[in-house]
């Protein structure tokens, strides 16, 4: 049975890079056959509550989905499956040099634009239900 974890925190602005990266090609083709969704363009940006600090630090750490990029110029990205609100969603494990929120915001990405589908606002607290890959996940391989 692959691990499951419940992350809570409380929506913050990003920094508008995300739209960038969930709108390359390669990013929409392996999230479409990886996790079964093209992602909307951008993230949900959610800083950590105290009590999901260090288990957020250690999911960072989890076997994940990898993205491979087809150019060296872009890092390897790493997701988990995820829920948040009844929406299928992945949550991003960054590269340390590319990460730019610091160890508390995390970030989802989904098919659909998460603060509109649910009626949310930056300050809003959500919980976010994260899946480590199972063994027989078919869509795509975890390292």
């Given amino acids: ?49 105290q009590e999901s600090e260090a288990l957020l630090a250690a999911i960072m750490d989890a076997e994940a989905i990898v993205l491979e990029p087809p150019d060296p110029q872009f890092c390897v990205g790493r997701v988990l499956p995820a829920h948040i609100g009844g929406i299928e969603a992945a949550l991003i494990i960054p590269e340390e040099r590319v990460n730019v929120h610091g160890s508390r915001v995390f970030e989802i990405m989904a098919p659909v634009g998460i603060k509109d589908a649910l009626h949310l606002d930056d300050g809003d607290r959500v919980e976010v239900v994260v899946r480590a890959p199972r063994d027989d996940d078919a869509r795509g391989s975890a390292v």
Wanted: charge should be negative.
């Fill in 1 to 49: 049975m692959a691990a499951i974890w419940t992350l809570t925190g409380r929506i913050v602005s990003g920094v508008g890079q995300a739209a960038f990266f969930t709108r390359l090609d390669w990013v929409q083709e392996q999230c479409e056959a990886k996790l079964g969704f093209r992602p909307y363009p951008g993230t949900l940006n959610i800083e950590s509550d």
